[in-house]
Each structure stands twice: as C-alpha cells, then as structure tokens.
C-alpha cells in the first residue's frame, strides 16, 4: 500500500467550469486559513482505499491511522510506501508502527511516485474546486463523502493509482 496526507480546508481553489455559450461564470472565493488532514493509504493492484480524518500532520497522529489500517488488516502484512515527510520518522515525537505493517520510503522529493497524490488531486477536482465552505465543519463533511466515494470506487481507484510500474512489480 501506498500512504500519503493532504490538507484541506477554506482556502478556495479556482478551477475551469462549464457555463452556456456567453455567461461568464461567476466563482465565490475564500482565503480562510483553516485547516485539516485526510491520511490513506491505497493498494493501487486492488483500489483498496483505507482513509481518516485527522486534525494536524504529527508523529501522534500517523501513529493513530497506522493503528487504525493495521486492525483494518490484522490478517495482513502491509509494506507500506510513504515519502519522507518529518512525521514519518520523527525523532521529537515517538511513532508507533503496529507489528503487521513494515515502512518503506521513497527517494527524496518524488511525489510523482506515490499514486495517493492523485487521489488528493481526484478530490479537489471532484469536490473542493470552486467552492466556499462556511466553516470546518462544512470541510470535514465534504472530506468524509469523497473519501467515501473514493473508498466505495474501487475500479476508479485502479484506474487512477494503478500505475504501470507498481502493478508490474506486484506481477514479478
């Protein structure tokens, strides 16, 4: 599987959007900064999706969605592919990494190889672009439904992290 966190919250992000032939869109915008984190982790061979929602990027609180994917797979060992971020090896805060689940990180500055990314990119295209929140709240809501979505979608979750190289390292 592969991990990843994304921040979301009430800074709008303006995007392209369809309007008949002579309107000009009018798109609200907002630039409140407030903040939360969705964590998954995905098996790109499967589309897999195992998501939470947690408030801040800690050591604590990766430690928290490991626990909570490795009771998810307690039948399973996860090798689980994530980048460098400071939270992934904090030296300040401990980190727990649950018995069935074994690290591996990913060259430096290569987010280009953690399909989770797009799934960050498939959200904020689907769900956040041009819309204004009114509060936290409103943002978790809208964090739950599409990672249920994506959660729910295991052929587009495929489709969109099954990348060519991963699928052909699971296959040999």
Partial sequence: MFQDEA?????TTRSDCWAPEGVRPVVPQ??????????????P????????ILPDMTSLTLSVFL???AARH????????????PCHHSKKEELVIPKNIRLLFLPPYSPELNPTENLWDEMREKHFSNHVF???NAVRKRMVEALLALEGD????????GFPWILAALKG
């Fill in 134 to 136: 009114k509060d936290m």
């Fill in 7 to 11: 921040r979301f919250g009430r800074i």
């Fill in 154 to 161: 295991k052929t587009r979750v495929h489709s969109i992290a």
């Fill in 30 to 43: 907002q630039a409140i900064r407030e903040y939360t984190y969705a964590y998954a982790a995905v098996a």
């Fill in 67 to 69: 626990k909570e994917l």
């Fill in 74 to 85: 307690l039948s399973k060992f996860i090798l689980l592919v994530l980048d460098g971020a």
């Fill in 45 to 52: 061979e499967t589309g897999e999706v195992d998501s939470l």
